[in-house]
């Protein structure tokens, strides 16, 4: 499921927004203001953000280049080519104009999604809801962080990087020892176990699949 964070302070517009997207199957994250928007952001990345421009307190214009490496669709009153054409240049990845129809915004969503990928860096795995950025180590599902030990998340990054392949556990426990030394033979089952549990908590998915006599590989259907 994807999530769509909205940032706006028109609670008409917000909820109208909220219950098209909802029927859509996307999950809905809310902010009615630039400050409350970044706190937000801080807490996980959503796949897109629909922000407004004439916000309280941080305007849109100044919460767009906080917003990083997370396509951010502009929809405004404001109909001023030169406002659209500085914004999209500022990072923005679409300017939709108030009032607007509500099956174009789904689509330009949907190929902002698309294409979304392209705008993760390098240093950011994603695997279905699971999002790990290597840069800050956090972990996210569906935009909750999960908190992960340093052996938890060496395992997780590891699977991440490679997530059509079965790891065998000798190489596994080879190839996570630049990110800790806290795994050994007997321990590694214990320690997929604990990340599997954590994991599951969040939407009762189960991510990580034991190949019989192999290793390990992410769980590609999730039902």
Request: proline share 4%; glycine share 6%.
């Amino acid at each position: 499921m994807k999530n769509i964070l909205i940032i706006d302070d028109d609670l008409y517009i917000g909820n109208m927004l909220e219950e098209v997207l909802e029927k859509e199957g996307y999950r809905v994250l809310r902010a009615y203001s630039g400050t409350e928007a970044l706190f937000v952001l801080s807490e996980g990345k959503p796949d897109l953000v629909l922000l407004d421009l004439m916000l309280p307190g941080l305007k849109g214009e100044e919460v767009l280049p906080k917003i990083k490496e997370i396509p951010v669709i502009v929809v405004s009153a404001k109909t001023n080519l030169d406002d659209k054409v500085k914004l999209l240049l500022e990072g923005a990845a679409d300017y939709v104009t108030k009032p607007f129809h509500k099956k174009e915004l789904l689509a330009r969503i949907a190929v902002q999604l698309r294409n979304g990928k392209t705008l993760l860096s390098a240093s950011i795995f994603r695997f279905d809801e699971i999002m790990l950025d290597m840069d800050s180590h956090m972990v996210t599902v569906e935009g909750n962080e999960v908190k992960l030990t340093p052996t938890e998340y060496a395992i997780l990054k590891l699977l991440m990087g490679n997530p059509t392949q079965v790891i065998p556990k000798s190489q596994m426990i080879d190839r996570i020892s630049e990110d800790t030394l806290d795994c050994t033979e007997s321990s590694l089952k214990m320690h997929i176990s604990n990340l599997r549990k954590k994991l599951r908590e969040v939407n009762g998915k189960d991510y990580i699949e034991a190949v019989w006599g192999i290793g390990f590989k992410l769980r590609g259907d999730n039902g």
